[in-house]
């Protein structure tokens, strides 16, 4: 069960902690600087955020679990592929890996005229473990910055590419 | 469960960052590597451990010797972002990273055009969205001249010339006056993507019709229908005749058949004859035989 809470606030310069629990997540979106004509109304930026921080909660279930299906809800296209394909690796090589976010600070891009993509970057910290054969082999903080493509779908934004880059 | 785990890994954090394996010198790392590219490691000490390389998109595992390096060929890692390497032997762990980033040349591209079918003469009425990828479908996000093309059976060309921001482009152009299929084409270096935009005909600009008799009836017809354009309004479009008599009306609807459309009706003499299309009015005739 996933008991980790991601709140967060569309505001610069806010930054807001869980005060629930377990896996505290701090939050922090920067005004959007969007290139587009397409005007993005709060409600979609809010949809944007919310479905792309869930995305990290099926992340963490599918790597953690090595069942690629929890993918399904939050990833499409070459994301959910890679994804899948590093489970599948892992699965081989009987190893799993818990990826723990710790902040979010969170940019949009570009949301595209035809409305069917929105881009945003989001500077990561996070925990990994890596576990071989149920034994803790390491854990390490790291901070990446990840370059994120989403795209609507049914009731939701998914996730279509998820890239870290090298800044 | 996660409460659990979260414990842990901050407890482990700084235990693991402590270690290192042989003779306490750090495992050398590569600060980048080009997608698909071969690389090396430098891994310190002596006797035989594993190496881990982890990430999003790739993981692999490596038994191998320290003191010596390990080679990675072409193909090993392929798919960008952040990866952390953890050489591991006996109880002892040393951890690093390093990015794997983009092919430097495009290969691939994402080409979105909207819509595929719209009026002539539409400012901005047609977009195109551009995501650059390279080889291994890696966003390349370093900037990207973006070339936008499009052109009509007219022959009329509009084009632009962009850059990418962090990996995506995107244009807006001017549907043209003349309907017909027009290309849309994005190219960058040698990749070249196209798709096809329909133009068709606006509203109706003027609409006038005619009459006169035939028998004990009236037939009415139009002008050839054309937009604002001059382009003809295709076949199967509806226009509506109606005739106003007496505080009464009575219409018929007839599509247009080769450009214009015609019927023949019964009018009281002193009605009014009025012709539509659409939301697009034409003249008005007064029937007084």
């Known amino acids: 069960m996933i008991m980790q809470k991601h709140f967060f606030i569309l505001l610069a310069g806010c930054v807001v902690l869980s005060q629930a629990a377990v896996a505290q997540v701090a939050v922090h979106i920067e005004p959007a600087t969007l290139h587009t ?82 881009e945003l970057t989001d500077t990561v910290e ?42 | 469960m996660r409460a659990g785990s979260s414990l842990l890994v901050s407890g482990l954090i700084l235990v693991a960052a402590q270690l290192s394996p042989g003779q306490g010198t750090t495992m050398s790392l590569p600060k980048t590597v080009e997608a698909g590219a071969a690389f090396s490691i430098q891994n310190p000490g002596s006797g035989k451990a594993t190496l881990y390389i982890i990430g999003t998109g790739q993981v692999l595992k490596r038994d191998v010797q320290l003191g010596e390096t390990t080679f990675f060929p072409a193909g090993s890692l392929y798919n960008a972002g952040r990866y952390l390497a953890v050489l591991t032997q006996d109880s002892s762990t040393q951890n690093g990273s390093f990015d794997v980033v983009p092919a430097s040349k495009p290969a691939d591209m994402s080409f979105f055009a909207k819509p595929s079918r719209l009026p002539v003469g539409l400012h901005d009425g047609i977009t195109g969205t551009v995501y ?85 009836q009236v037939e009415l017809i139009t002008d050839p229908v054309r937009d604002c354009s001059g382009n003809a309004i295709p076949d199967g479009t509806i226009v509506t005749f109606t005739q106003s008599y007496k505080g009464s009306q009575s219409t018929i609807d007839q599509p247009l058949k080769r450009g214009i459309a015609q019927v023949t009706m019964q009018v009281h003499p002193g009605a009014t004859l009025s012709v539509a299309s659409g939301v697009v009015m034409g003249n008005q005739i007064g029937w007084a035989k």
Not at chain 1, 145 to 159: G, I, M, N
């Open chain 2, 132 to 216: 650059v990828f390279d080889t291994y479908h890696n966003l390349i996000s370093a900037p990207t001249p973006v070339s936008f093309e499009l052109s009509t059976p007219s022959g009329t060309v509009q084009k632009r010339t962009l850059v990418t921001s962090e990996g995506a482009a995107w244009t807006a152009m001017d549907s043209t006056a003349q309907q017909g299929i027009d290309r849309f084409a994005a190219r960058i270096g040698d990749v070249s993507s196209t798709r096809i935009v329909g133009q068709v005909p606006g509203d109706p600009c003027t609409l006038k019709m005619n009459a006169r008799q035939s028998g004990q």
């Open chain 1, 126 to 167: 996070y925990d990994v473990q890596l576990i071989d054969h149920d034994k803790v082999i390491s854990t390490q903080r790291e901070s990446a910055r990840y370059l994120v493509v989403l795209a609507p779908s049914e009731v939701r934004w998914r996730v279509r590419l998820f890239q870290s880059t090298h800044d």
């Open chain 1, 37 to 118: 004509t397409r005007p993005l109304t709060d409600q979609s930026k809010a949809a944007v955020i919310r479905d792309y921080l869930h995305a990290w909660n099926g992340l963490q279930a599918a790597l953690e679990q090595n069942r690629p299906e929890l993918l399904d809800a939050d990833f499409v296209g070459i994301a959910k592929d890679r994804l899948a394909d590093t489970i599948h690796q892992q699965r081989q090589l009987g190893i799993r890996t818990h990826y723990q976010d710790r902040s979010h600070d969170l940019q949009l891009l570009f949301y595209s005229p035809d409305g069917l993509s929105i």
